[in-house]
C-alpha cells in the first residue's frame, strides 16, 4: 500500500486540499440536504393520511442521510475542479504521486455504504410492517374497488355504488381492488397508497384517511387510450355526514 | 493444394456472397413479405363466428413479419455460410476476405461485412440513427405535455409515441456502448485480430437493422399502444401495432445474445499475450459484465413475448386470468429481464468513464480491484432485484421485504464504483476535456439518480411514487444523466481512433453544455411533478401540474439543441476535423498504439502487454 503519507510531507489532515474539502464537505452536505428536504416537501402533495406523512418523513430522514454522501462527492468534485485545470491539446504532466489503492479508505467507504444501507432497510421495514397490518383490520370499512376502460367504481357493505369515492375520517377502511379488462393502478394521491388493479383478482391494500376535504384517485399504470382521464375524486367527510351519504344513495341504488 | 488453388480460380466474380447487400436484403425482405402476406390472407381460415380472440389478422402480420426477416437475413447473406456447413463445405478464402471488407471502400459498410471495425462504425450509424429518431418522438411527447390539455395528439397517437420512445431508447441505449465501441474498440484494446466469431458479429448487427422494420411497419397499423413494458392483458388487446414490437423484441433479443455470446468469447479467449486479468483494462470489464448480464436477461424477455404471440395469435391464455393464466406472469418475466437490462445499458458506460478517468487525470486507476468488485456486485444482485417493480402490482405482498434487501444492497457496489471515480479524480492533473467533464456530470446525475432510487426501493415510499412522473425521471436520471453521458465521452473519446480525425473541441464543449444543463432542467421539473402526484404516460394533466411541465418542456428544448450540435459536430469532425495523431489522448492502453487507418487485422505483430494501462504517475515519483 502506498499511503499519501511520506515523511516530508506534513499529516495528511493537515494538507490544504483535504482542509479544503473537509470544509466544502460540511457545507455542501447542510446544501444538499437542506434542498433536497425542501425540495421534496414543498412538491410533494400535503397528506391525507398517516401513511403519506410517514413516506414524507421518511424521504426527509434518507435525504438527510444521503447528504454526508452526496456532500462528500461533491466536495471533492469542487476541489478537485478547482485545483489547478490544465486546458490545450496536450496531457499536463503527469501526477507525481502513484496511489494505486487504499485499503483503509475502501473498507470506511463500504463500512458506511452497507451501515447506510441498512439504515434505510429498517427505517423502510418499521413503516412497512405498520402498513401491512392495516389489511387485517375486521373493524374497518369495507370499500370494494373496480376498474374498468376508464372509469373507477366503489362499492360499499351496504350496496350503495359510486363514482366518486366517500370516505368518513379517521376511520381505518381496507379497498378490495380488482378490474374488469386490463390492468389498473388504484392511486389515492393524498394518501400515499397505491394497489394494482388486476383483472382477475383482488388485491388489497388499506388507509386511515384523518383530513376533511377532497382528494384524488388517479390511474397510475397506463391502461389503454384514455388512461389520462381516469381519474376521480374522494371525498373524506365527518362519521356523521358519511352514513348520511351512505343510507341516502343506498336509497337511490334500490329506487333505480 | 491443388484443389485450394483450383478454388481459388473458381471463385472471383461468381461467389454469390458478391452479389449479395442490404438492397438484395430489402428487396427480398418485402418480396418475402408480400408472398407470405398474400399466401395467408388466401388461405388462413376465418375466424368463427362470435369468437371470443379473433387472431386471423394477428396471424396473418405475424407470419408476414416473420417472412420479412428470414428474407431479409437471406438476402443479406447471412444463410450463405450456415448452407455451406450443411453441404459440408466452408467459404472459400476469397470469400472470406471479401466479407472481411477487404479493399471495398465505403460499399462494405452496406454489405454483411464480418470487419470488426466495419460492424463497430455500422453500430455507430445505427446508434445515432435511433437517438435520432427517440429523441423526436421525445420532443412530441413534450411538446405535447407542453399544456395541460395536450390536445394536438390523439391519445392513441400520443400513447404509441410514448410507447415507441420508450423501446427505441431502450434499444439504443443498450448498444449505445457495447455496440459502437465494444466492437471496434475493444478486440484493438485487448491486442486481438478480430472478433472471436466474425460472422457473428455481422449477424449481430443485420439482425438489428432487419428488426427496425417490424417496429417501423408497426406504426402503421396501430402503434405501440402500451407503453415499452406492454403489460399484458392491455397487450393482447392492443391494435396490430403491438406484433411488430413482439416481432422487433424477438429479432433484438436474437441479436443480443449472438452479440453477447461473441464478445464474451472474444475476452476469454483472445486477449494479448501478457495481459492477465489484473492488466485487463477496466472497460473490457464493463463490456463483458454488460453483455454477460444480458445472456440470462434477453431469452428471458424473447420468451414473454413469445408467449405474447401466442396469447395474441393462436388464442393460448398465457397472461389471460380468465382463462388459467396470469398478468403476473408476464411482469415476472419481463422484470426478470428489466432490471438486469438497466445494467446492461449503465455499466459500460461507467466502465467507459472509468477507463477515461486516468488518461485525464494522469494518475492511475484507484483501486482497480474495487471497481472490479463493484460491477460484479452489481452485475450479480441486478438479477435479484426485479420484483421492486411490482411493489404494488399484488403478485407477492410478503416478497416486498427481500425485495427492498436486493434493491437496497445494490447502493454497496454502485458505491464503490463512486469510490472509484472520486478517488482517481483526487489529485490528479486535471486536463480539461468534455469527456473528463462528463466524469463530473456522471458522478452528479448518477448520485440524483441513485439517491431517489433508495426512495423509491423503500416499499412505503414506492406506494406513493410509483407509476408517477417521479419515477420517469429517476430513470432518465440514471440512464440518460449516468449512461448517455459516459457514452456521449466515448464518442469524443474514441472518435480520433474510429474516424482519424479529432472531435472538434469547442462542439463538443457546446454540446456538453447544452445537454446536461437542459438535461438538469427537464427532469428536475419532472421530479416536482411526480412528487405533486402526475402520473407516467399521461396524455393531459391537470392544471396545476403546468408550471413544472412547462420547464420540462422548456429543458427538453435545450437537449435537443445540445444533441443537434453534436450531431453536426460527429459529421462536420468526421468530413473535416484536424487529423488525429496516433495517440492523441497519449493514453496507454493498446488501441492507441495501431494507426489510423488500422489494417484489416489490426496489428502487423501480435502485441505483448507487460502491465496494466494505469501506470501514470511513475516516472516522477
Known amino acids: 500500500m502506498t499511503d499519501v503519507m511520506t515523511p516530508k510531507s506534513p499529516q495528511w489532515w493537515k494538507k490544504p486540499d483535504v482542509k479544503k474539502t473537509a470544509i466544502l464537505w460540511v457545507i455542501c452536505t447542510a446544501v444538499i440536504g437542506f434542498i433536497g428536504v425542501e425540495f421534496h416537501v414543498r412538491n410533494i402533495v400535503s397528506p391525507a393520511s398517516e401513511n403519506m406523512s410517514s413516506i414524507i418523513s421518511l424521504i426527509t430522514i434518507f435525504t438527510w442521510a444521503a447528504s454526508p454522501v452526496a456532500g462528500l462527492v461533491t466536495a471533492i468534485c469542487i476541489t478537485v475542479l478547482t485545483s489547478k485545470r490544465h486546458y490545450g491539446d496536450n496531457p499536463p504532466p503527469e501526477a507525481d504521486h502513484e496511489i494505486r489503492n487504499s485499503p483503509r479508505v475502501t473498507a470506511l467507504w463500504v463500512s458506511v455504504s452497507g451501515l447506510l444501507c441498512l439504515f434505510a432497510l429498517i427505517g423502510g421495514l418499521i413503516v412497512l410492517q405498520h402498513d401491512n397490518e392495516g389489511v387485517l383490520d375486521t373493524n374497518a370499512v369495507q370499500v370494494n374497488v373496480t376498474g374498468q376502460q376508464w372509469v373507477w367504481s366503489f362499492d360499499y357493505t351496504n350496496g350503495a355504488r359510486s363514482q366518486d369515492l366517500y370516505l368518513p375520517v379517521n376511520k381505518p377502511v381496507v379497498f378490495h381492488i380488482t378490474s374488469v379488462d386490463v390492468k389498473h393502478s388504484f392511486w389515492v394521491v393524498q394518501m400515499g397508497i397505491k394497489m394494482d388493479a388486476n383483472p382477475g383478482y383482488t388485491t388489497e391494500t388499506a388507509v386511515t384517511p384523518d383530513k376533511i376535504g377532497v382528494f384524488d384517485v388517479r390511474c397510475a399504470e397506463l391502461c389503454g387510450l384514455l388512461h389520462a382521464y381516469m381519474q376521480t375524486k374522494v371525498h373524506v367527510v365527518s362519521q356523521a355526514d358519511y352514513e348520511t351519504w351512505l343510507s341516502n344513495n343506498a336509497a337511490i341504488e334500490k329506487g333505480a | ?621
Open chain 2, 1 to 621: 493444394m491443388t484443389t485450394v488453388m483450383n478454388k481459388t480460380v473458381a471463385a472471383p466474380g461468381k461467389s454469390i456472397i458478391e452479389k449479395l447487400n442490404v438492397f438484395t436484403a430489402l428487396a427480398l425482405g418485402a418480396l418475402s413479405a408480400i408472398v407470405v402476406w398474400r399466401l395467408s390472407l388466401a388461405f388462413l381460415p376465418q375466424d368463427a363466428d362470435g369468437a371470443l380472440i379473433f387472431s386471423r389478422e394477428d396471424k396473418i402480420t405475424l407470419l408476414s413479419m416473420i417472412a420479412w426477416f428470414v428474407g431479409f437475413m437471406t438476402g443479406i447473406g447471412a444463410l450463405v455460410g450456415p448452407f455451406r456447413w450443411l453441404m459440408g463445405k466452408d467459404l472459400t478464402h476469397e470469400e472470406n476476405m471479401f466479407l472481411a471488407g477487404k479493399d471495398m471502400g465505403p460499399k462494405r459498410y452496406l454489405r454483411y461485412t464480418t470487419d470488426h471495425k466495419v460492424v463497430g462504425i455500422q453500430y455507430l450509424f445505427i446508434t445515432i440513427l435511433i437517438f435520432f429518431l427517440g429523441g423526436t418522438l421525445a420532443m412530441l411527447i413534450r411538446t405535447n405535455l407542453g399544456t395541460p390539455t395536450g390536445g394536438w395528439l390523439h391519445p392513441q397517437a400520443y400513447n404509441s409515441i410514448v410507447g415507441t420512445h420508450g423501446i427505441l431508447m431502450i434499444v439504443g441505449t443498450i448498444i449505445m456502448v457495447t455496440g459502437p465501441f465494444g466492437n471496434f474498440i475493444m478486440p484493438i484494446m485487448i491486442g486481438a485480430r478480430d472478433m472471436a466469431f466474425p460472422r457473428l458479429n455481422a449477424l449481430s448487427f443485420w439482425l438489428i437493422v432487419a428488426a427496425a422494420v417490424p417496429l417501423l411497419w408497426g406504426q402503421f397499423i396501430g402503434g405501440i399502444t402500451t407503453g415499452w413494458s406492454a403489460y399484458n392483458p392491455l397487450a393482447s388487446q392492443a391494435p396490430l401495432g403491438m406484433d411488430g414490437y413482439i416481432m422487433y423484441i424477438c429479432i433484438f433479443a436474437i441479436s443480443t445474445m449472438v452479440a453477447g455470446a461473441n464478445i464474451t468469447t472474444t475476452v476469454v479467449k483472445m486477449r494479448a499475450k501478457g495481459m492477465t486479468w489484473n492488466r485487463t483494462p477496466i472497460f473490457i470489464y464493463g463490456v463483458v459484465a454488460s453483455v454477460a448480464l444480458a445472456l440470462p436477461a434477453f431469452p428471458v424477455f424473447f420468451l414473454s413475448q413469445v408467449l405474447s404471440a401466442f396469447d395474441r395469435a393462436l388464442g393460448t391464455s398465457f397472461y389471460n386470468t380468465a382463462l388459467g393464466g396470469s398478468g403476473w406472469l408476464y411482469e415476472n418475466l419481463f422484470w426478470l429481464m428489466g432490471h438486469p437490462e438497466v445494467y446492461v445499458i449503465l455499466i459500460p458506460s461507467l466502465a467507459a468513464l472509468m477507463e477515461m478517468a486516468p488518461v485525464f487525470t494522469r494518475r492511475p486507476l484507484f483501486s482497480f480491484n474495487v471497481a472490479i468488485m463493484g460491477i460484479a456486485g452489481i452485475s450479480g444482485l441486478s438479477i435479484l432485484v426485479w420484483a421492486h417493480h411490482m411493489y404494488i402490482s399484488g403478485w407477492a405482498p410478503l416478497l416486498n421485504a427481500p425485495f427492498m434487501l436486493t434493491t437496497e444492497l445494490i447502493s454497496i457496489p454502485t458505491g464503490m464504483l463512486f469510490l472509484v471515480l472520486i478517488g482517481t479524480l483526487w489529485r490528479g492533473r486535471l486536463w480539461m476535456t468534455m469527456p473528463l467533464m462528463s466524469i463530473f456530470a456522471l458522478l452528479w446525475n448518477f448520485m440524483i439518480g441513485g439517491v431517489t432510487g433508495i426512495y423509491l426501493s423503500d416499499v412505503p415510499a414506492d406506494a406513493f411514487l410509483h407509476g408517477s412522473m417521479y419515477v420517469t425521471a429517476h430513470f432518465h436520471y440514471t440512464l440518460m444523466g449516468a449512461g448517455l453521458t459516459g457514452a456521449l465521452a466515448a464518442l469524443v473519446y474514441w472518435f480520433p481512433k474510429m474516424t482519424g480525425r479529432m472531435f472538434d473541441k469547442g462542439l463538443s464543449w457546446i454540446a456538453f453544455w447544452l445537454v446536461q444543463i437542459g438535461f438538469n432542467i427537464a427532469f428536475v421539473g419532472m421530479f416536482m411533478v411526480g412528487l405533486a402526484g402526475q402520473p407516467r404516460r399521461v396524455e393531459s394533466y391537470a392544471p396545476t401540474f403546468n408550471t413544472a411541465n412547462m420547464v420540462t418542456t422548456g429543458g427538453a428544448y435545450i437537449i435537443m439543441a445540445g444533441m443537434l450540435v453534436l450531431l453536426y459536430g460527429v459529421i462536420s469532425s468526421a468530413r473535416s476535423g484536424v487529423k488525429a495523431p496516433i495517440n492523441p489522448w497519449h493514453a496507454k492502453t493498446l488501441e492507441w498504439t495501431v494507426a489510423y487507418p488500422i489494417p484489416l487485422e489490426n496489428f502487423d505483430v501480435l502485441p505483448t502487454v507487460n502491465s496494466d494501462p494505469y501506470d501514470y504517475g511513475k516516472a516522477q515519483s
